[in-house]
């Protein structure tokens, strides 16, 4: 690893300020994927700023129909939160199911989404239950926020600030997850909320995406018989040591009518 | 970047200058010369360098030096009250024969103590498993680790550990 200057704000506005002019600069939440990265010399950043003494961004509350998470919540303290636990009980088992304990004691809500991983699990719920991405400079639709492959909608020194999630009548979470890294090999997140069925998916592609027909064919029927015979096209699809881009399609298929029966239970 | 850390290790304040990037793992052996947290991977998998900052399981290769600033950390040398005392955990890994070269072992542990007290001392055998997964074994086949954890659990609770 190389060297860097660190510095630790207190304050949302003091991390912005630190961050500015400095195009080589990078923030780290839990530092799960940035200390990995800068082990490996992938990224020399001249500065590490380190949002863990920021308060203001750690937290859950909810807010009328929403649950409002802060960038900074770390994955177990969403999967142990009562709140999330009553509003959206889906995105606390996807919280306590990403990697293993250490990380999850570490890693950050704000930190995984921003970094987009296409093996991630939160993209899925976010895309699914069509969340709303805060940064200190506006909102960004769920739909209008991940770009691509570790591609987000986030500019550069822009920070996530919080994600708020409508609660949903139905919701789970489907992971088939890499046997050696936990990362999924195929999530599929299914939801329904007051803004229609949604399903979508992550770790298959280059990033999440939803499956239209299968969001058509739940609207009218809430079944995994309603989606038994939609095929996804395995076209795009991640090709790997871990699975032909065939195998993931036919895994979508299996992972939803799972997330399905789930989530009528 | 030089940076003065201070923090609190097995109930002792300790303090020491070190780079912005050092590792916890770093400062713990090379600067502390406490070796029993051990380095297996390097790469934020194996959980051999499990401590508890702040009486949470973190893998102290994963997080600087400078980020466990004013921090609680307690590392696999601050759990036997004495060489013959050991932990209810150490203890159980001892009796059921838990660990073979004993490389992956100071992570075992801490990571079993941490699981143990969040799950209020009850925990089943599929927990267990479940919960060691960010610890790897290249020896013991884990099956005398999850005897081990499973029989320290009741243990630590009537020690009050
Ligand atoms: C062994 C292991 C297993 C894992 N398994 C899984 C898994 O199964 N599923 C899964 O989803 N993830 C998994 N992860 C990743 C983990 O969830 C990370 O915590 C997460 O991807 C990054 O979160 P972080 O808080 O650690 O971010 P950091 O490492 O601190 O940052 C990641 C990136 O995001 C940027 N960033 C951080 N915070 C913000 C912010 N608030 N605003 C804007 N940019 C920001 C940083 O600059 C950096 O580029 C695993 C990691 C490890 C080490
Ligand atoms: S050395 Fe830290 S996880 Fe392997
Ligand atoms: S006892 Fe040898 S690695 Fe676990």
Redesign the pocket.
Same mark, same amino acid.
Request: glycine share 16%; no cysteine; hydrophobic share 35%.
């Given at each position: 690893m190389y060297d860097f200057a660190y510095h630790r704000p207190k304050s949302v506005a003091d991390a912005i300020g630190l961050l500015k002019g400095k195009t080589e600069a990078?923030? !780290? @939440?839990?530092?799960? %994927? =940035? $200390?990995?990265?800068l082990k490996q010399r992938l990224a020399r950043p001249s500065d590490v700023v380190d949002?863990g003494g920021v308060k203001e =961004?750690a937290g859950i509350k909810v807010e009328g129909n929403n649950v409002v998470i802060g &960038? !900074?919540t770390r994955?177990a303290d969403v999967a142990s939160s009562a709140d999330v636990k009553a509003a959206i009980p889906a995105l606390a088992y996807l919280a306590g199911? $990403? &990697?293993?304990p250490q990380?999850r004691n570490?890693? %950050?809500m704000? &930190? @995984?989404v921003?970094?987009n991983?296409p093996?991630?699990? +939160?993209p899925g719920a976010v895309v699914a239950l069509n969340a709303t991405v805060s940064?200190n400079t506006r909102k960004i639709a769920a739909d209008d926020f991940f770009k691509g492959l570790f591609e987000t909608a986030?500019a550069e020194g822009?920070? $996530? %600030?919080g994600i708020s999630f409508p609660k949903a009548e139905k919701a789970a979470y489907m992971k088939f997850?890499n046997p050696a @890294?936990? +990362?999924?090999m195929v999530g599929v997140f299914v939801a329904k909320t007051a803004a229609g069925v949604r399903v979508a998916v992550t770790g298959a592609g280059a990033t999440v995406f939803r499956v239209k027909a299968m969001e058509e064919a739940l609207s009218k029927n809430f079944s995994s018989a309603a989606i038994k015979d939609i095929k996804i096209p395995a076209d795009g699809l991640n090709s790997d040591i871990h699975g032909s881009a065939e195998y993931r399609a036919h895994l979508v298929g299996v992972m939803a009518r799972r997330a399905v029966d789930a989530a009528n239970k | 970047m030089t940076i003065s850390v201070a923090m609190t290790v097995n109930g002792k304040s300790v303090s020491g200058k070190v780079e912005a990037r050092t590792l916890l793992v770093q400062f713990l052996r090379e600067h502390l010369g406490m070796t029993g947290t051990h380095v297996g991977c390097d790469t934020?998998?194996c959980g051999a360098c499990v401590v508890h900052v702040d009486g949470k399981s973190i893998k102290s290769c994963?997080i600087l030096a400078v980020q466990a600033e004013g921090s609680k950390v307690t590392t696999i040398e601050g759990l036997a009250e004495s060489a013959d005392k050991l932990h209810p955990m150490q203890e159980a890994f001892r009796e059921n024969h838990a660990l073979q070269c004993g490389f992956c072992t100071p992570g075992m542990v801490m990571s079993a103590i941490d699981m143990v007290k969040r799950h209020n001392y009850q925990l089943d055998e599929a927990t267990v498993r479940r919960e060691l997964e960010?610890n790897l074994c290249r020896c013991t086949g884990y099956h005398n680790i999850v005897k081990a954890i499973l029989a320290a659990a009741p243990a630590m609770k009537s020690a009050g550990v």
């Open positions: 990078r923030v !780290m @939440s839990g530092g799960m %994927t =940035l $200390i990995p990265t949002l =961004l &960038g !900074m994955h199911h $990403i &990697g293993d990380v570490r890693g %950050t704000g &930190g @995984s921003a970094n991983d093996a991630a699990d +939160y940064t986030l822009e920070l $996530i %600030t997850p @890294s936990r +990362y999924a | 934020s998998q994963t960010g």
